[in-house]
């Protein structure tokens, strides 16, 4: 057991210093040398648990899709506004850029040509699927404008976020990806939210950290 306990471990810090090389140089520059002393790992320890380097990199974006998956779990049986929700799922992955390798190391991963098909099976979509169906209540409850609908609602959010996510790292700092995830959501729903729900909104603002903690009730995945 202390055997299996150990190999887990290790397996585990193999996995986050793959990610932390991944995040910082990408794929085709990442450097397997970098990662074993990142992991205090031997050569021999890691080609017990991965084949090759694509192997690590799959390894990474399993385990991103597992936080992704956590993220939109914690927000299942919220009973906030649909639009709440999405703002909320959007904010826990704008701290998971800020605060988790894994799923910074997953964005960097997915625009490399060798992981291209990921962006149809990854977290992305995880999410993706998750605010769509939420989209879908949003209209169903007269909250979203009939000239659009709940697909070209989250498609054209999706690709402002991804954008959000390169400015970011371009002209701005990490630290702002919050308030800039937010401002992509703000401007799609300016755009596509119905006048009585924004006016509403305009009035209440954005449900404030800690009643989305309560009404959520679990911690980030980290």
Known sequence: MAQQERARRTRAAIVEAAASEFARRGYAAASVNTILEGSNATKGAMY????????????????????????TERWKNSTLHPFHVIHGIIDDIARGFQNDVIIRAEFRLIVEPEFYSEVQTGGGRVWGMTGLGLARRAQDMGDLQPEFGPEKFIRVLVASLAGQRYMADLVSDSKDLRSMFEESLEVVLFAMATPKWL???????????????????SDLPV
């Not at 017990?48 to 993220?71: G, N």
Request: no cysteine; charged share 25%.
């Open 48 to 71: 017990f648990h991965f084949q090759s380097k694509e192997d690590l990199a799959r390894a990474v974006l399993t385990s991103a899709l597992d936080k992704y998956v956590a993220i």
């Open 199 to 217: 006016d509403a909104w305009r009035v209440e603002g954005w449900p404030s950290e800690s009643v989305a903690a309560v009404e959520n009730a």
